[in-house]
């Protein structure tokens, strides 16, 4: 009688929604996790909120506050629609 072997074990799948403070922490925190990561936003740059107020009384320019997410997490992530497990900082 023939028993079915298991396959190689699938990395988990985490979908994060928001690359803000909260998105942001939790990819980092799951970083060389053996999870398969994907950060999910509808705009391509994380807002630092707590600077806006700068930004609207021209003390800071709106580059200050606002970055690319793939820069934000070009040490610890490939970013892009193809993208590969995420490795520790
Ligand atoms: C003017 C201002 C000043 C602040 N000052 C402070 C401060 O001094 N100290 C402090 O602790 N907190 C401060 N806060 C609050 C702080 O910014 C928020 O608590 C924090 O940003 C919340 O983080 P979050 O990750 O939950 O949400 P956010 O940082 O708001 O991130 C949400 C992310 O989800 C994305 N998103 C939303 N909807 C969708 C969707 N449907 N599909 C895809 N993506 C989506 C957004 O694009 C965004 O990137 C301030 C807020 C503001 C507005």
Not at 47 to 69: C, G, R
Not at 77 to 84: E, K, Q, V, W
Request: hydrophobic share 40%; aromatic share 6%.
């Amino acid at each position: 009688m023939a028993t079915e072997q298991p396959g190689p074990a699938k990395p988990h799948r985490v979908v994060i929604v928001g690359a803000g403070f909260g998105g942001l922490e939790a990819t980092l925190g799951l970083a060389g996790a053996p999870v398969q990561i994907t950060l999910v936003d509808r705009r391509n740059h994380h807002l630092f909120q707590p600077l806006l107020y700068q930004v609207a009384t021209a003390s800071l320019a709106t580059s200050e506050i606002a970055w690319p997410i793939r820069y934000l997490l070009r040490d610890c992530c490939a970013t892009g629609p193809r993208s590969r497990p995420c490795s520790p900082r």
